[in-house]
């Protein structure tokens, strides 16, 4: 655990001692894979479109259960995917996985943008949030993942038929994970048309891409800072609007394209675009370990995941199902967390007066502090929870000053122990 907050967090802990005269611990109940007794430094829900009606859709939608053959298929086909290292493996970086698991319980906060270090396990501790993923409803065999209980996260042919009151099936499934190369096109990100039917049956059909199959799930872009300028276009597009539209040869279609946007990259390879990193909800900066006992220890688990992916795994099971469990019950309580206005006017504060353009941090602090306090059980946000949450939410919403030496991290926890004591 040691390096991962740094010497930043124990200079502001001393501040806030000389601030306030009741001091506090900024501590989780433990959970599987993630220390949490630490102080964090550490989204931005995406806009509703506006004027599209919810349409009446009780009784229509029916659930359904895979077939026995497509059961088996399935269970195939998981088993012959390559292995993931376990989140509950992963050692150290708590920083890190700590936003993964807050943007998993509470969508709307917006993303993940994770920069540090090459080597540092960024690309492998996103992946292994797969397991830990919960299930949803969907539309069967919808390419959308199309809600059946909200208009706003519908395909169009979804949309269509629950208007005419046509029942739809229903099925149980895993929240999807898409990887975003950096080679990709934009058609095949954004969706293009179906040549094979236009040929074989002299029809236009749309064939969707990348942000259709990531609508309702995660989408993850490595080293995101290399991506090409008109793809980043694209995704800033579909962020701020939760909406692709294709044009393409006389047909004009849009969909959904509500995902949790995950960045990870090196900041020695190039900085992001200011307008990019601003539709991250959270920023978490990760740095190598420094311990030598520690660095060991990641060295051997990572040895034993080598030689035998299957076993390694089954080792850590019950964590993994533990951690599941959590998450699964922070989601169902998470909107009968409350936030007390005074805890509100408070972070509004903190962001004027560090002057942070728009109200995206006042909105993300606020949602990120509600998911840790349904991650602990509990039904009310404290200052401990917005103390954790808030360099994250805000040190990548700050102006960069060129002189400045100091983590934005710090100036962010701060003006926090200024404002709070």
């Not at 992963?90 to 319980?105: A, R, Y």
């Not at 009968?336 to 995206?360: F, P, Q, W, Y």
């Not at 602990?376 to 030496?405: F, M, Q, W, Y």
Request: proline content about 6%; overall charge neutral.
């Amino acid at each position: 655990m040691a390096g991962i907050v740094g010497t930043s967090a124990i200079l502001a802990s001393k501040r806030f001692s000389s601030h306030s005269s009741k001091t506090t611990s900024f501590s989780l109940p433990p959970v599987p894979g993630l220390s949490l007794g630490r102080k964090f430094y550490g989204g931005i829900g995406l806009p509703l479109r506006k004027g599209r009606s919810q349409f009446p859709i009780a009784n229509v939608a029916t659930e359904i259960s895979p077939s026995p053959e497509q059961a088996q298929k399935l269970t195939v086909s998981k088993e012959s995917q390559r292995p993931v290292y376990p989140f509950a493996a992963i050692v150290g970086q708590d920083e890190m996985k700590l936003c993964l698991l807050l943007n998993v319980i509470d969508p709307k906060i917006g993303g993940v943008m994770i920069m540090g270090d090459r080597g540092t396990g960024k690309s492998t501790t996103v992946r292994s949030l797969v397991d830990l993923l919960p299930e949803i409803k969907v539309v069967a065999s919808d390419p959308f993942n199309s809600d059946p209980e909200d208009a706003e996260l519908q395909g169009p042919e979804v949309r269509e038929k629950l208007m005419k009151g046509e029942q739809v099936p229903v099925v149980l499934t895993k929240i999807n994970m898409v990887d975003l190369p950096l080679g990709a096109t934009e058609d095949r990100v954004c969706g293009t048309i179906d040549i094979e039917k236009a040929l074989t049956e002299g029809v236009k059909a749309f064939e969707p891409g990348l942000l259709a199959k990531a609508n309702r799930g995660i989408l993850y872009v490595d080293e995101v800072n290399l991506l090409d300028d008109h793809l980043v276009d694209v995704l800033l597009d579909s962020a701020a609007s939760g909406w692709n539209t294709v044009e393409r040869e006389g047909i004009s279609i849009s969909h959904p394209a509500r995902f949790i946007l995950i960045g990870s990259g090196n900041p020695e390879e190039g900085e992001l675009r200011p307008q990019l990193l601003d539709r991250f909800g959270m920023h978490a900066q990760v740095g190598t370990v420094k311990d030598a006992e520690l660095r060991v220890k990641i060295v051997e688990e990572r040895a034993r995941f080598d030689r035998n992916p299957k076993e390694f795994r089954e080792s850590y099971k019950a964590e993994q199902e533990k951690l599941q469990q959590q998450i699964s019950s922070a989601r169902n309580g998470l909107p009968s967390v409350t936030i007390d206005h005074d805890l509100r006017v408070k972070i509004s504060k903190v962001c004027a007066e560090l002057n942070v353009d728009g109200l995206r941090g006042d909105i993300v602090t606020n949602r990120a502090a509600r998911a840790l306090a349904a991650l602990k059980g509990r039904d009310k946000v404290t200052a401990e929870d917005i103390a954790t949450v808030i360099p994250n939410c805000l040190r990548h919403r700050l102006r960069k000053d060129p002189l400045e030496s100091i983590d934005s991290g710090l100036l962010v926890i701060e003006k926090f122990y200024e404002v709070f004591s």
